[in-house]
């Protein structure tokens, strides 16, 4: 039996207090890992890791939603440590006042003497604190996370609130800051114990304490009822990283202080200068290019604009790093419209600001030190020229246009989930998630507990005709002269549950479910939510549900946000539909992937009736200039999203066209015809007729066959349970979407989860591997390594890494590496075949996160394996040839495999190497003999291009390498070849393009 969260949490609530422990052996050891991060002290950790857990043990029948557990854990446990610094440091002074950096240096440097007297142990923690102290917070976190609790990316992600990808990222970047010193890191950090006591210390004291019962039999009706403020992540197994950013805004510090430019529908110039005696340097193995990005020549950009907007008579400059359009808009935490329609928006701990949206944003100050709290949506207002802003239970204002902060007023600490700040002419409201509200008839100066004036607590307020409504999550309130009036019911009776309001103009808006309906038990045609509309404070109700939208979707696992501009009403689910007439009538609905996705808690901006910004977990802040038709991406600082993989394909049979599509891979596949001036994500053909919500494969790469596109996507392994779907997806030109390839099994481990979710004690190794072997497909050495490994996180890396690997189309024939073994697919086999190749060394994680290489070409195939040696096969894998002894060097690594036309291309570790007949080999040079080392190799079907890491791009010529590129952007990730352009996908910069002359 699987168990996940959910069950585990079905047991407690059920009065199981020994499943508890289930959860705090889970979980402990990311916990402490954060905690200690944080506060620096390893004990005071293991301390307040046990107070941690003693909360989530009495608050866990407040949780709402239980497959949101990792990222609540988090919020707990981050706030736990923001309430014990707060004690310790006594935050009171104006942000604008406080030397952080100073007082920091100090208390680190009294810090390490103290350390430097203390036990050898602690000594090695000191100096891998000082290490980690080079890099930002949000990298520190991850590799905290990655090393000392031993979390995969997913589970990071999870935990966090961000995607895998994001975290992937942080540490490349982190590793590339330390280098050589990260290995030291790595072993001090996996080699940190705690407490082998704490879990039975939390039972103990959990045992002298019961918890409280929920009210209701059925545990999940309290957590149907209301909206989660700060914690909403959907992490259920077998969902993927992309799903999982959808719901919990990443807790990121990656604090950048120069000004931001939002990025319009033209190529940007990045000017790259020569800078010989500057050596460029890794992000990983996957990355190519100098740390520093490339900064924009403004007057680049003004030509590049001219230039497509048509004026010819400005010569645009040649040679240049063109970029593309962003992939994706900046994360935000908070968004703000003021009454002289300046847009605010806060991300990563900076505030910019937006006069006019056809103009630049404004870096308008750094708040970091007062916003260090994983809060999705930071409640910000203004009243009276003044803004206001409550990053936690701590209330600060500023005159000065958000330049500078000063604390107003400070409630009790539990009140540490704001959601919403309401500021009126008549009173100020102060709403937490959990605990409730206040209100000041001072503008501020005093408040007052007014959650005895509810039946139960408030959760949000509302305006409306200059009326204000509270919402406590199920029922609508309207504030009187003498009391808060209930608005009346709505007109189906079983619709109990308000879930969703927006307001406008006149228009009060609800989104209801009825949270005792069982969508497995569904009549044809009922439904368990609805949309309604009230024009007088709820005397009388409209309901403007969408009839033929999600009619699938029914019951509680609808979770619809409510948007309203004008008459514009805008409803986001899986997709999004839009009404112009106030929910008269509703248009098409916009599937996911083409209409930015968000959550319950989104930060959300209404300049005016056709202008809005929201905060998209997917895709970043986007913007609307016509209510909600259509959605921008909106940058505030320079960095275009990563590309992890490109591929640049005519469509048109080679004939003479200008320019090819360009494909990528980003999660989602993407595609170009203008360059990347302007980006399509092509959906995924999936079944939207379950009730039970289907991520999008994430796509993690692109090939080319004579047969088409073709894109290998997965379902992230977030856990050791999770059954590691495979497939392969090709893209249809007729539909433009991904539709899996017709009668091609998937691959998934679904039969081997219940084996490795209930070990018998007494099997050995080699009996356990046996057993795992006979229910899934993979590589002995998978196995037996798997088997060998008893921390649960372990196991899930070693399959996720097992999931990842590559794949190659020739023909009809497809071939795909699945847990370190070789596949064959071809259509009309009924299953994958093994064809005779499979990793045979000790799978580590070192070894297991490379990539094996693969290439084909009609019936060869060449397989560069993790071990060095080199093998082909000239019938389609039946027969191999090992090719290692002939090659002209050793090699540890291979980095690129490419077939043209009757030569194949290698590239390695060592050098190039290339053979026309699989059996000799020549290395390939630069014309002064210099054997260059190349990250990636690209063909244009005529001529073959390769990058390096410190000297630029390379172009075959007449049998040896010539530069034809000088200087690189930084971190590429992949390179193609269309005719004289060359696209590199980078981690950060997008998709940029270089033109030879």
Request: charged fraction near 25%; proline fraction near 4%.
């Amino acid at each position: 039996m699987q168990h996940n969260d959910i069950e585990i949490i079905h047991r407690i609530l059920d009065g199981n207090d020994a499943a508890f422990a289930e959860l705090v052996n889970k979980y402990q050891r990311s916990v402490h890992a954060l905690v200690w991060r944080k506060i620096q002290d390893f004990h005071i950790a293991e301390e307040l890791t046990q107070d941690i857990f003693l909360k989530v043990y009495h608050k866990l029948n407040t949780l709402k939603k239980p497959h949101c557990f990792a990222s609540w854990l988090y919020v707990i446990a981050s706030r736990r440590c923001t309430a014990w610094l707060r004690k310790k440091r006594m935050l009171t002074q104006p942000i604008e006042d406080s030397t952080d950096s100073e007082s920091g240096k100090s208390k680190y440097s009294k810090y390490v003497i103290e350390e430097n007297e203390r036990t050898a142990t602690e000594a090695q923690r000191e100096i891998v604190r000082k290490l980690l102290a080079k890099l930002p917070e949000s990298e520190r976190t991850v590799i905290t996370l990655r090393y000392f609790s031993d979390m995969s990316s997913a589970e990071i992600g999870a935990f966090l609130g961000v995607s895998a990808n994001t975290v992937r990222s942080r540490l490349r970047r982190a590793r590339n800051r330390l280098q050589k010193e990260e290995a030291m890191i790595r072993d001090a950090l996996e080699h940190f114990k705690i407490s082998p006591n704490l879990t039975d210390n939390i039972m103990q004291e959990i045992s002298q304490t019961k918890q409280v019962a929920p009210t209701s039999g059925k545990p999940f009706i309290p957590w149907i009822v209301g909206v989660t403020a700060v914690t909403i992540v959907l992490l259920m197994l077998g969902f993927s990283n992309q799903f999982l950013s959808r719901f919990q805004k990443p807790y990121s510090l990656e604090a950048q202080s120069e000004m931001s430019v939002e990025i319009v529908e033209a190529p940007i110039v990045q000017e790259i200068k020569a800078q010989p005696d500057v050596r460029r340097q890794f992000g990983n193995t996957n990355a190519v290019g100098k740390n520093d990005t490339p900064r924009q020549n403004p007057d680049n950009v003004l030509l590049a604009a001219a230039d497509v907007e048509g004026e010819n008579e400005v010569s645009v400059p040649k040679q240049k790093w063109y970029s593309s359009k962003p992939t994706r808009g900046t994360t935000v935490e908070g968004l703000l419209v003021t009454s002289k329609e300046a847009v605010y928006s806060l991300s990563n701990g900076h505030l910019y600001k937006l006069t006019d949206f056809r103009s630049n944003w404004e870096h308008v100050s750094d708040i970091s030190s007062i916003t260090d709290v994983p809060l999705v949506d930071i409640p910000m207002a203004e009243w009276d020229n003044t803004l206001y802003m409550a990053p936690s239970n701590i209330l600060y204002a500023s005159k000065d246009d958000g330049k500078t902060w000063n604390i107003v007023h400070e409630f009790p600490e539990k009140y540490n989930s704001p959601n919403k700040l309401l500021l009126t002419d008549q009173a100020f409201y102060f709403c937490d998630e959990i605990h409730g509200a206040f209100r000041s008839d001072d503008k501020g100066k005093t408040w007052v507990d007014i959650n005895n004036e509810f039946p139960s607590k408030p959760r949000t307020f509302v305006s409306l005709q200059d009326n204000v409504l509270a919402w406590d999550g199920a029922n609508i309130y309207q504030q009187t002269s003498a009391n808060w009036r209930r608005l009346g019911d709505f007109p189906v009776p079983d619709a109990r549950a308000c879930y969703s309001i927006a307001t406008s103009q006149d228009k009060l808006y609800a989104f209801a479910l009825n949270p005792l309906f069982d969508p497995d038990k569904v009549p044809e045609g009922e439904r368990g939510w609805w949309i309604f509309r009230t024009t007088d404070f709820g005397n009388t109700w409209t309901d403007i549900t969408p009839k033929d939208i999600w009619k699938s979707r029914v019951g509680w696992s609808l979770n619809i946000r409510l948007i309203a501009a004008g008459d514009t009403l805008i409803a986001i689910e899986q997709g999004m539909v839009r009404s112009t007439d106030a929910g008269d009538t509703w248009k098409p609905l916009q599937p996911q992937q083409t209409s930015p996705s968000m959550f319950s808690n989104s930060p959300t901006a209404v300049l005016n009736d056709h202008i809005l910004y929201f905060g998209s977990w997917d895709y970043g802040l986007q913007r609307s200039t016509d209510g909600g038709e259509s959605w921008d991406i909106v940058n505030l600082k320079e960095n275009n999203g990563g590309i992890w993989h490109i591929r640049a394909v005519n469509e048109t049979n080679n004939k003479k066209y200008s320019p090819s599509i360009i494909y990528g891979s980003t999660g989602d596949m993407i595609k170009t015809s203008d360059q990347g001036r302007s980006w399509t994500t092509i959906l995924t053909d999936m079944a939207t007729t379950k009730w039970r919500y289907e991520d999008p494969p994430y796509i993690r790469q692109i090939v080319q066959s004579t047969n088409g596109i073709y894109a290998k996507g997965s379902r992230e392994i977030n856990s050791a349970y999770a059954n590691g779907e495979v497939g392969i997806y090709r893209f249809s030109t007729d539909t433009n979407k991904l539709n899996p390839v017709q009668d091609m099994p998937v691959l998934k481990d679904s039969s081997m989860m219940n084996i490795l979710a209930n070990r018998d004690a007494d099997i050995t190794d080699i009996e356990y591997a046996k057993q795992l072997q006979e229910k899934a497909l993979g590589a002995t050495q998978f196995f037996i390594q798997l088997a060998q490994i008893r921390d649960q996180s372990h196991q899930s890396n070693l399959r996720r890494y097992g999931s990842k690997g590559t794949f190659a189309v020739s023909g009809d024939t497809f071939y795909i590496e699945y847990n370190f073994k070789l596949f064959r697919w071809e259509v009309g086999n009924a299953e994958w075949q093994h064809i005779g190749l499979e990793e045979t060394a000790a799978l580590t994680l070192d070894i297991a996160m490379k990539d094996l290489k693969l290439a084909v070409s009609e019936d060869t195939v060449y397989v560069g394996k993790r071990d060095g040696h080199l093998y082909v096969s000239f019938d389609k894998g039946n027969n191999w040839i090992d090719l290692t002894p002939a090659l002209p060097f050793p090699v540890k690594v291979f980095k690129e495999i490419v077939v043209a036309g009757t030569s194949v291309f290698v590239a390695t570790d060592a050098g190039i190497i290339t053979s026309d007949n699989g059996k000799s080999w020549n290395t390939i040079t630069d014309a002064a003999g210099d054997n260059l080392i190349m990250e990636f190799l690209a063909n244009d079907g005529n001529t073959l291009y390769g990058v390096t890491e410190k000297s630029g791009i390379y172009r075959l010529d007449n049998g040896s390498w010539n530069q034809v590129v000088p200087e690189i952007p930084a971190n590429i990730t992949s390179m193609t070849v269309d005719e004289n352009t060359i696209y590199v996908g980078t981690r950060n910069q997008g998709m940029l393009h270089y033109t030879l002359e």
